[in-house]
């Protein structure tokens, strides 16, 4: 098993007088080599007593600190083989303005975008609602299949008014995302967005475009963008296959350094 390289430093363990628990204080530091690629995904870590002669403390402590990285789905445990970092998780930040397929582009997932079509509709009543749009406007829909190492994993549509969508290129949408384009083409500002994520069970045209049946869970995201004078722009909802997507939440106490909002967890 690997060892830490001699440069790294032992983290400063305050213990629970005053201070955040040490294995508490393990468990950040291991989350920070992995956050910056020191620790990466597939590679073993040091052996439980390895990481307790670095650390300066028990088996039992070392344990607590791993069993938080294991819950989190950041590591995972090989029979007869040790304690690896797992593969496929990004960190998502969603209380930044990039979409979950920019995020995954950016840290190196094979992302490809498929583009199914892109229509004037007669859009949903809370769409209209959302971008503050009467029930007759000319509303544009961007259908777009997300599809990571071979497989469609993201169903996402985009509404956004036709007058937005006048200035861009049908063929960009499968180059650049949406963002981006709405910015550069439209000279908007987009400052910020809501976004609610919920279970839903798969229609058969959504199962059939995503290979699965139709019934099987999934997750939709719905979310609302909008312009730095808070004009909504764009609606966009993402229907992510369930079985493949883990989101999970770290909180947080007060003043705690801030760390990515969500982790995504890829099980491809």
Not at 17 to 30: C, H, M, S, T, V
Not at 133 to 139: N, V
Not at 231 to 236: A, R, T
Request: hydrophobic share 40%.
């Amino acid at each position: 098993m690997p060892s830490f390289p001699p440069h790294n430093a032992r983290p400063p363990l305050q213990g629970t007088q005053g201070g955040e628990p040490k294995y508490q204080a393990i468990y950040r530091d291991l989350l920070a080599q992995m956050n910056r690629g020191e620790l990466a995904p597939g590679q073993p870590l040091p052996s439980q007593r390895e990481l307790s002669q670095h650390y300066g403390v028990s088996l039992m402590t070392v344990r607590q600190a791993l069993q938080r990285l294991s819950s989190e789905g950041r590591v995972e445990q090989r029979h007869g083989l040790g304690t690896f970092v797992a593969e496929n998780v990004i960190p998502h930040e969603m209380n930044s303005l990039r979409s979950l397929a920019e995020d995954l582009a950016l840290r190196g997932v094979d992302l490809k975008t498929r583009l199914l079509g892109v229509h004037h509709v007669e859009a949903p009543a809370s769409v209209q609602v959302d971008l503050g749009l009467s029930p007759r406007a000319d509303i544009v829909l961007v259908e777009r299949l997300r599809v990571i190492a071979g497989r469609p994993v993201i169903l996402q549509r985009s509404y956004l008014p036709a007058e937005l969508a006048r200035r861009l290129a049908d063929e960009e949408f499968e180059r650049r995302p949406l963002y981006r384009l709405i910015e550069d083409r439209c000279g908007l500002v987009l400052g910020s967005a809501k976004e609610s994520i919920k279970p839903i069970v798969l229609t058969q045209e959504q199962a059939e475009l995503l290979g699965q049946s139709a019934g099987g869970a999934a997750l939709m995201s719905d979310r609302v963008t909008f312009d730095v004078e808070d004009k909504p722009v764009l609606v966009d909802r993402a229907v992510m296959w369930a079985s493949h997507i883990v989101y999970t939440a770290r909180r947080q106490t007060p003043g705690a350094a801030p760390d990515p909002a969500v982790l995504l967890h890829l099980e491809m």
